[in-house]
């Protein structure tokens, strides 16, 4: 079997049957959209933004998870970092957008924030612990065991990030809980099949 045909099989054919000189055709109907899941820009400077700069673990356990999504949740976590940035530099309210992978049982929350927050004095204190309380909760909500935060706001001209990784397995907590019931901080999480190749004509 050719190459090509292979490789269209692999991306848009039907996987519960056996590959076809046909399925070639499904490079050619294949959308180039790497700047729509291309995180590479994004995650490469994480290293100087997390929350524990001296825990250099922490870069690379947050470099795992993503290495084990698909193009498709890479697509997904560039739509909500760019939202992100879209609400700071408009300097708009916005709950924090929040993606659940059932199957790594790791979450991502993304935090904008505005700009009366990150001009206080105290907002090197503020940001991380803004950070952890949003991945603490949107881990505890998804009964994950793990998740990832991201939190930017703009501090005059520059963009401020910070990253964390928070791991340890969900046990139920009734005080947290309770919390959460009074001042829920997130939009629902909706279930959605996401495909990681777009084409032509879709």
């Not at 939190?151 to 397995?169: H, N, P, R, S, T």
Request: hydrophobic residues 40%; aromatic residues 12%; proline residues 7%.
């Amino acid at each position: 079997m050719p190459e090509p045909a292979i490789a269209g099989h692999f991306i848009g054919g039907n996987l519960d049957i056996p590959p076809s000189t046909d399925s070639a055709k499904h490079l050619h109907r294949l959308v180039q959209d790497e700047e729509e899941w291309d995180l590479a820009p994004i995650l490469r400077g994480m290293h100087d933004h997390l929350s524990i700069p001296e825990f250099d673990d922490e870069y690379y356990d947050i470099l795992i998870e993503f290495a084990k999504l698909p193009r498709s949740m890479w697509r997904e976590v560039k739509k909500r970092i760019l939202l992100c940035i879209e609400k700071v530099t408009k300097d708009e309210f916005a709950r924090p957008y929040r993606i659940t992978i059932p199957h790594t049982g790791c979450g991502f929350v993304f935090i904008p924030v505005e700009s009366e927050l990150a001009a206080k004095p105290e907002w090197p204190t503020i940001r991380l612990r803004a950070l952890q309380n949003f991945t603490h909760a949107h881990k505890y909500d998804q009964r994950l065991s793990k998740c990832i935060g991201f939190l930017v706001a703009k501090v005059g001209k520059i963009f401020d990030i910070l990253w964390c990784q928070i791991d340890y397995e969900w046990v139920e907590d009734v005080e947290f809980q309770r919390t959460l019931d009074e001042n829920f901080p997130f939009r629902p999480v909706k279930g959605a099949e996401v495909h990681g190749y777009r084409f032509v004509g879709d």
